[in-house]
Every structure is written in C-alpha cells, then in structure tokens.
C-alpha cells in the first residue's frame, strides 16, 4: 500500500495576484483618431446591421491607399489597435486605417 503525502503549505510557491487595474483596457483614443458607426440595410427583413468603425487619416481626400483591419478570431475591432498605430508610423499620412467590427463583435 502506497499513501501519497504533499508538502506544507510553506513550501508551496505562491504567486502574488497583482491588481487588475492595469489590465484595463486602454481608450480608443489613444490609437484611433475617429470612431464612427457604419450602418447597412439587411434586406431580408428590413432592417439595419450596424458596424463601429475606427479610423486613423478619415480626412483624407485621396482615398487610393486604404488599409483595412478586420478581425477574424480576435475579439473586436480594438484588437488591432496597436497594429493601427505602428503602421500609422510606417505609413504617415500616405494612407488611411480602417478597422472595424464584424456583426455582433465589440460595440455592435
């Protein structure tokens, strides 16, 4: 007969559990220079799918370059965040940044 025993509780490691408060997530703002809602009819019943849209360079006229950011297992549209703000480094003003949230994700 075998009998297993387990170590005191003071030699088990513990981990402190930091607060959470710094988990939060960061505004929007802090990445995007706009946020707006995009609404399109749904034909079958009449009704209207709306999507929040984030945008970086929304007051740009040329609207040849556009990057669009669109989540697939991600969460929401703010999950590229940080990627919208790294290619507005790369990009400037030379582009526009869309990201925006699928049906039932984030916002909508």
Request: net charge negative; with cysteine; hydrophobic share 40%.
């Amino acid at each position: 007969m075998t009998t297993a025993t387990s170590a005191p509780d003071s030699a088990v490691p513990t981990a402190q559990v930091p607060e959470l408060a710094h988990l939060s997530p960061l505004p929007w703002t802090d990445f995007f220079e706009t946020k707006r809602q995009v609404s399109i009819p749904y034909e079958l019943d009449a009704s209207e799918i709306t999507h929040t849209l984030y945008e970086i360079g929304s007051d740009r006229k040329d609207l040849s370059k556009v990057i669009v950011l669109h989540h697939g297992a991600a969460h929401c549209a703010l999950s590229f965040a940080a990627t919208a703000r790294e290619l507005k480094k790369l990009v400037g003003s030379h582009a526009r940044i869309m990201s925006l949230d699928a049906r039932g994700h984030g916002e909508d």
